[in-house]
């Protein structure tokens, strides 16, 4: 038996599970999620749902990779055997892997609709322009399946580069480098954003919160971006926490992944609100918030073509250091068991997203809305994924608290988490009983929705 690969150092894990939570969860749907949910009230019980949920999930999590030292189907072989508990739980394994092929298919296609703003903003195409002709130009790229076809190719195939070059040649190069230069980029944005837009109008709409804007609604948002963000339940973490040195604390090292991956999203939700107010546009604007709005923020503002280009830059970036966590696990996965070369592993994995992927291209124009097929089935082919993914990661996470909190043996626990006794109570009553009722509480409320 060969030794278990490691990451380099002690703080890669960190970098790399940052790396994987900061993407488009941070940047495009946080603040839209924001917008859409009456502000401040939503930061709030967002806030507490990651403290909650997210935090003691993401313990498990890796807690689960670290155990086993393998990828998360196998990883869930080896510790149901080793500890005689039901083969059921090997489910969450299986239930990452097909739920992550899911998310990277759409995630692809998305992310390329960055790659195109990038370009559009860097030739200066939109300096000037209307609002209306801008919005158009958003409507002209979703019904372009060629553009985002080759948008979502070559997104596909960068984060298959990486991966393929192996998680210390690929991965934790790639993220040395990348981390850094997107933080740095971050922090001009959010600079040129408090000088040239309205931070004030930003912070207010941030941080004041009416109680009366918390509806249920709400909740069952902060509760699904909370998974989404923190990159939860669907195998990321787990395959990432098997190369997790021996010597990193669990606990410390979730507390400072859920801290930054929530700084940067209120951090690019200051800059963005504060441009978009700036510019007195409308905060609640759905998805569209980061390709119309805030295009048009930029197309008024000096020098606002460059700092809209980085921006897009960061956007693509951050995107595909989390599109590598969900090659990694399936990836993992094939070497592992079929005993295949990385490079063809990583072909497989990303040749099958690729083709899912083309649902997804064909939801914004052959099968819109007012298509035969949307209409038979009332939902356009990327709602499916995206409702599937949205009862897939809370399950997923839901199994692994459970296993975590009741089928692990306490020796294993306190082996792997090397914390003091309190902490060790706290965590285990909150995936014993608060993050699963909270879970639960989600599906009474999402399932009823498969028939409407
Ligand atoms: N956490 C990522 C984001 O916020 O954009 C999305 C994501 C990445 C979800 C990897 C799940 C995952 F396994
Ligand atoms: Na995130």
Same mark, same amino acid.
């Given at each position: ?45 967002? !806030?507490?749902? %990651? ?18 030292? #393998? ?9 149901? #055997? ?14 990452? !892997? ?11 296609? %998305? ?66 480098? &990348? ?56 195998? !990321? ?17 979730? %507390? ?67 599109? %590598? ?16 070369? $990385? ?49 897939? &990661? ?20 306190? $082996? ?23 879970? !639960? ?12």
């Amino acid at each position: 038996m060969s030794s278990p690969k490691i990451w380099t150092h002690k703080g890669t894990f960190l970098l790399a599970a940052v790396g994987s939570a900061v993407g488009l969860g941070n940047l495009w749907r946080f603040p839209y999620l924001t917008g859409e949910n009456g502000g401040g009230a939503f930061i709030l019980i967002y !806030a507490l749902t %990651i403290t909650l949920v997210g935090i003691p999930i993401l313990i498990a999590e890796s807690l689960l990779g670290r155990a086993s030292r #393998k990828s998360p189907i196998m990883g869930m072989q080896y510790l149901t #055997k080793s500890h005689n508990t039901s083969r059921g739980w090997r489910a969450i394994g299986w239930m990452g !892997a097909f739920a992550a092929f899911i998310i990277l298919s759409f995630y692809s296609v %998305i992310a390329g609709w960055a790659i195109h703003y990038a370009g559009l903003m860097f030739s200066g195409s939109m300096v000037g322009a209307d609002a209306d002709t801008i919005s158009q130009s958003f409507g002209a790229l979703l019904a372009s399946p060629g553009l985002l076809l080759i948008y979502h190719t070559l997104f596909i195939l960068a984060s298959g580069l990486i991966v393929g070059l192996g998680i210390h040649k690929g991965i934790e190069s790639g993220l040395r480098f &990348m981390m850094p230069a997107l933080f740095v980029i971050l922090m001009i944005v959010l600079g040129y954003g408090i000088i040239a837009g309205d931070a004030g109008a930003a912070m207010r709409f941030l941080f004041t919160f009416n109680l009366s804007d918390l509806s249920l609604e709400g909740w069952l948002q902060a509760m699904g971006q909370s998974f989404f963000t923190l990159s939860l339940g669907m195998g !990321a973490i787990m395959a990432y926490g098997a190369y997790m040195s021996s010597e990193a604390s669990l606990t410390r090292t979730a %507390i400072s992944i859920a801290f930054v991956d929530t700084a940067i999203a209120l951090l690019a939700g200051i800059a963005i609100f504060s441009l978009v107010f700036g510019s007195g546009l409308e905060a609640s604007q759905g998805p569209g918030l980061m390709f119309v709005t805030l295009p048009i923020a930029f197309s008024e503002l000096p020098a606002g073509w460059l700092i809209g280009g980085v921006f897009f830059i960061l956007v693509i970036g951050a995107a595909l250091t989390s599109a %590598i966590s969900l090659v990694e696990p399936v990836a993992a996965y094939l070497v592992e068991r079929f005993g295949m070369s $990385r490079p063809v592993a990583v072909g497989i994995m990303i040749v099958l997203c690729w083709l899912l992927g083309l649902l997804t291209v064909f939801s914004f124009n052959i099968w819109s809305e007012d298509s035969f097929s949307h209409q038979l089935f009332g939902r356009s082919p990327f709602d499916v994924l995206e409702f599937i993914t949205n009862i897939m &990661m809370p399950l997923g996470g839901l199994l692994i608290a459970l296993f975590a909190g009741w089928a692990l043996s306490r020796k294993e626990v306190m $082996r792997e988490m090397s914390t003091n006794e309190n902490w060790f109570h706290i965590w285990q009553f909150l995936v014993r009983f608060v993050a699963p009722t909270a879970v !639960a509480f989600v599906f009474l409320r999402t399932i009823p929705q498969i028939d409407g």
